[in-house]
């Protein structure tokens, strides 16, 4: 009871920011009774429906409320500070008793994840490396407006394939903001209680503060760790070691970069698709470093991807690079981490 007090007070004096509110009746109504399930996830269920005005929409019913209710309100005040052409756009909510749904924009093409991954096997769902690149740039794009442009400063702290939704023409938006954070103040460092993030993609200051300082840095790696998964997806890197071996990709990409081995360029049609793929690698590289303070600024990131290639600089070799040993549930934070040259410690 205390939970849906404090969600109601947040919602009225939040008023000027939230977007419409519709009650439970509302969203049986515009999904047809829930008949058109998307997807489903631990924490939530997704479902095509259609406004009133007749556009459709992705209806977000959550499972149970987590927490205090911190992972409902993050997404409805993110969300409703924003506008961008590379976030989301939440049409409305519903928070009626135990009912609570988020309503957002229909994207047709469904997430990211859908076309890279190395359990996807339908052929046709695999994009060019030209339309990869733009996606990257598109991304990073939306990242520097939650980091720069908003008058709040939001990190979102869970980037990743499965959070990038793709329009008609594949045009990305950043979606999901259940553990992002607001920063008031614009401060660039945040304090947390605890870590946040999914395995393969958070950064290493997040979960040992010895690393670093947790800020916007951190929004930084993850996107560092998913446009390395998205320029590997090209198929013009030959992977030739298991992602769960102490050669894990990134630590592969460094010893093969310079001299171009492992990167097909017969499968490569010109002189520009081989450039927008060396300089989606060293981005890459730049965003994953260890130290926080050596990555670049997600501002950087992007004047690197639309700039010249000669300016460009192979970034040194981080310490480590953290993987999963399998996959696991995000509160479960159990890593192999690769030392260089050294041996493997678990943490």
Known sequence: MQNHKNIELFLKNNENLVPRRYNYSNLKKMTNSLRDNLGEGGFASVYRGKLPDGRLVAVKILKELKGNGEEFINEVASIGRTSHVNIVTLKGFCFEGSKRALIYEFMPNGS??????????IAEHHL??????QIAVGIAQGIEYLHQGCN????????KPHNILLDKDFNPKISDFGLARLCPNRSSIVSMSGARGTIGY?????FCRNFGDVSHKSDVYSYGMMILEMAEETKNIEVRVDHSSENYFPDWIYKNLEQNAGLDLNMIVNENEHLRLRKMLIVGLWCIQTDPTTRPSVSKVVEMLEGNMESLQIPPKPNFILQPR???HPSTFEFSLSLSDAHEVKL
Do not use: M, Q, Y
Request: aromatic share 10%; net charge negative; no cysteine.
């Open 326 to 328: 399998e996959p696991v």
């Open 128 to 133: 060019a490396l030209e339309k990869l690149f």
């Open 152 to 159: 709040t400063r939001i990190l979102h702290f869970d980037i």
């Open 112 to 121: 990211l994840e859908k076309f890279i991954g190395h359990n996807n096997s």
């Open 202 to 206: 958070i950064a290493p200051e997040i």
